[in-house]
């Protein structure tokens, strides 16, 4: 699906669910070829820092992106929030049902803690999510909230083992919502993309074991995640 979150959810049922919040997110740091670009210079002035220390964001790098490999699913962090946000307020969350890993489009994983609140600002969002791609871990209080980790999405899979790895994209199988979260196995990983526009790599979608479709537009994935979310809920709660 274009514009969804590389958003892992794990399920567990008691069950619980991996979002991977994205696979593939649009979420990096300028790359080096892009640091002495005039737009990038010029946003990295207005926030007091390096170009080298800035998201991407193609809001304001634009013209620096151009070209690019891998253009269209990059530079756009405020979905991989969007995506985020939906998965970390709301009850399967906060009762421990639901782990989430956000996977980068340059082969980085987020780890998150248990019962971590991102920031709702999208700014304050951008200034921790810097900050971790800095340090790699957010720490508060001796507990860790926020953990980075070079880790191709293979990887991730291989750790964290799932029953089964689900997928949403326009080229699945059409199904519902609904009917799609009844059937979801315990222990399972739901795949949502993090980038606006495209599919999954081959890389990804050669681990995806169910691989599905919830109409023929293609819908952000923070709709995604909320509705199948929504859904998976009922079946534990309601």
């Known amino acids: 699906y274009g514009d969804h979150r590389d958003l892992h959810l794990s399920i567990r049922r008691q069950r619980q669910m991996c979002i991977r919040d994205r696979s593939e997110s649009a ?10 670009h005039p737009s990038v210079v010029s946003h990295a002035k207005k926030l007091g820092k390096y170009p080298s220390d800035i998201l991407l964001d193609n809001s304001w790098h634009f013209a620096a ?4 490999k891998n253009e269209i699913k990059r530079g756009r962090p405020d979905l991989v929030h969007f995506s985020i946000l939906e998965a ?11 782990n989430l890993f956000v996977h980068t ?14 920031p709702k600002s999208y700014h304050r969002f951008q200034g921790v999510i810097e900050k971790l791609f800095q340090e790699k871990k957010i720490i508060s209080k001796n507990e860790l909230l926020l953990d980075m ?6 990887e991730l899979i291989k750790e964290i083992n799932p029953s089964s790895v689900i997928g949403f994209s ?3 199988e059409l199904s519902s919502y609904q009917k799609i979260a009844s059937e979801i196995p315990d222990n399972s990983c739901i795949v949502l993309g993090g980038f606006q526009k495209g599919h999954f790599s081959d890389s990804v979608q050669n681990e995806i074991t169910n691989l599905y479709s919830v109409g ?13 979310l929504y859904e998976y809920e009922k079946t534990i709660f309601m």
């Open 170 to 172: 326009t080229e699945g």
């Open 216 to 228: 023929n537009e293609s819908f952000e994935g923070h709709v995604v995640a909320s509705r199948i």
């Open 88 to 98: 970390t307020t709301i009850p399967l969350y906060y009762q421990n049902k639901l």
């Open 149 to 154: 980790k070079e880790q191709t999405f293979s």
């Open 65 to 68: 992106m151009k070209g690019i």
């Open 27 to 36: 979420l990096e740091l300028v790359p080096y070829e892009l640091e002495e």
């Open 105 to 118: 489009i340059d082969n980085k994983v987020i780890h998150f803690g248990k019962n971590v609140h991102i």
